[in-house]
């Protein structure tokens, strides 16, 4: 089983609506981390969040972890065909490793 | 604009061939992790160094992969012989972890997509 959840696994928009994407972890969250991968290309990083309650934003996209770090959402407000590509949520599961478990992705697709 | 570079980006070999996969970290990080992403596993962690030297190589086949910091400049994955379900790509990254601190940008390569034939 995944010890990071991700939902929905594909979505499918229209230019200019807003979307959310969820992560959720059964193990409480040391911090999360948002990457941004297009077909081919490596991944881009988003936005870290490591506290409770933390929202970040960047442009039009914004990123919150719950109160109990156990859960987190993106959210793409006016979505735009440039938002296209797969997010991935990452975190640190272990301190005693810096590596990061990634979630299984989630395709997002933007009508113009 | 410093960034991980990755060589080489494609890669075609058949079976039993000896593929070697190489990585430059952005100068001054001290970590470099190497990652496989599939289809079916999705993304998941190989090896990583810390200061060049071997921290966790427990996602690695050990048989067949290896992994090696020559020098703080390069990072190579190498697999022989390589089989089909190596097929993937493979990703490098790099970051300076602090000591205490447990969050650390990851800055990823562009991966290598090796085919095994």
């Known amino acids: 089983s995944q010890e990071l959840e991700q939902s929905p696994q594909s979505l499918i928009v229209q230019e200019g609506k807003n979307l959310t994407i969820n992560c959720t972890s059964s193990k409480t969250l040391y911090g999360l981390y948002w990457y941004k991968q297009k077909y081919g290309e490596g991944l881009i990083f988003l936005m870290m969040?490591?506290?409770?309650?933390e929202e970040k934003s960047h442009e039009k996209i914004t990123a919150k972890l719950d109160e109990k770090k156990q859960q987190s959402s993106l959210h793409i407000t006016a979505s735009q065909p440039s938002h296209a590509g797969i997010y991935l949520c990452g975190a640190v599961m272990d301190t005693g490793r810096r590596a990061l478990t990634f979630g299984s992705g989630t395709r997002l697709q933007v009508q113009p | 604009d410093a960034r991980v570079t990755q060589t080489p980006r494609d890669k075609v070999t058949e079976m039993g061939q000896e593929v070697t996969m190489r990585c430059q970290p952005i100068l001054g990080h001290n970590t470099v992790f190497w990652y496989r992403q599939t289809m079916m596993q999705g993304l998941e962690l190989l090896a990583y160094?810390?200061?060049?030297?071997?921290?966790?190589d427990s996602g690695m086949p050990k048989d067949r992969f290896s992994a090696e910091m020559p020098d703080a400049t390069l990072a190579t994955l190498k697999i022989q012989p390589s089989e089909p379900r190596d097929s993937a790509v493979y990703f490098c990254?790099?970051?300076?972890?602090?000591?205490?601190?447990?969050?650390?940008?990851?800055?990823f390569g562009p991966g290598t997509r090796l085919t095994v034939l």
């Open positions: 990254a790099s970051g300076l972890v602090l000591a205490g601190v447990i969050n650390n940008e990851q800055f």
């Open positions: 160094f810390r200061n060049r030297a071997p921290l966790d």
């Open positions: 969040l490591q506290k409770g309650g």
